[in-house]
Every structure is written in structure tokens, then in C-alpha cells.
């Protein structure tokens, strides 16, 4: 069974639609993501992620622990 059938194809997609972007409307995509807007909707859910993720770490490490 292959489920990874075309991920290089995907990855090559998205470079060219973020140079197609940049070339075509003047769109800077990294100038975007930093920019204060999208960092202050982005860095609640990034600190929810990583709160997730310490949890689980400390449940893990008291599992193997025992």
C-alpha cells in the first residue's frame, strides 16, 4: 500500500505557488507571516501546542518512571 504517493510533487506545487505569488502579485509570504497581525492570531495557538506537548511529556516521563 502507498499512501506517500506524490509528496514530492505537493512540495515542488507549493515552492512554485509561493514564487508564482512573489512574481506575479508582489506577495511576500515570510514578510507576511511576520508581520505583527499574523503574529499576535498565530502565538495563542502556538503557546496551546506547546503546553499540549509539555503535558504529554510529563505523563510520558511518569509512565516510564515507574
Do not use: C, E, H
Amino acid at each position: 500500500m502507498k499512501t506517500n504517493q506524490g509528496f514530492i510533487g505537493r512540495i515542488i506545487l507549493l515552492i512554485v505557488a509561493v514564487v508564482a505569488l512573489k512574481y506575479f502579485l508582489d506577495f511576500d509570504l515570510i514578510a507576511w507571516l511576520r508581520s505583527p497581525d499574523v503574529q499576535s492570531a498565530v502565538q495563542p495557538i502556538v503557546s496551546f501546542v506547546m503546553s499540549i506537548y509539555d503535558w504529554l511529556d510529563q505523563v510520558v516521563r511518569a509512565l516510564v518512571g515507574r
